[in-house]
């Protein structure tokens, strides 16, 4: 599979701040919480048609992907 000569990127971003936000990114990536969330996704298996959502009391529910990207209907601006 060849990869697409276009690179796609959401945000506008220098160098610097490109690369700043990519050791944030990785740092938050490899915290124990987030292993923990990723492992737990990979062993009971993504879907296609949903997306697992962790709530706050620790446990784990499918939802629509609408929703669980959208922050259920509060949008993202202010997570």
Do not use: W
């Not at 959502?53 to 259920?72: A, D, E, P, Q």
Request: charged residues 35%; hydrophobic residues 25%; proline residues 4%.
């Amino acid at each position: 599979m060849k990869s697409s000569p276009v690179k796609l990127t959401k945000q506008k971003l220098s160098p610097k701040a490109a690369a700043a936000k990519k050791k944030r990114d990785i740092e938050f990536a490899k915290t124990p919480a987030r292993k923990a969330k990723k492992a737990q996704n990979q062993r009971i298996g993504q879907r296609s048609d949903s997306d697992l959502h962790h709530t706050k009391s620790g446990g784990l529910k499918r939802v629509s992907i609408k929703n669980n990207r959208g922050n259920f209907g509060k949008g993202t601006r202010n997570e």
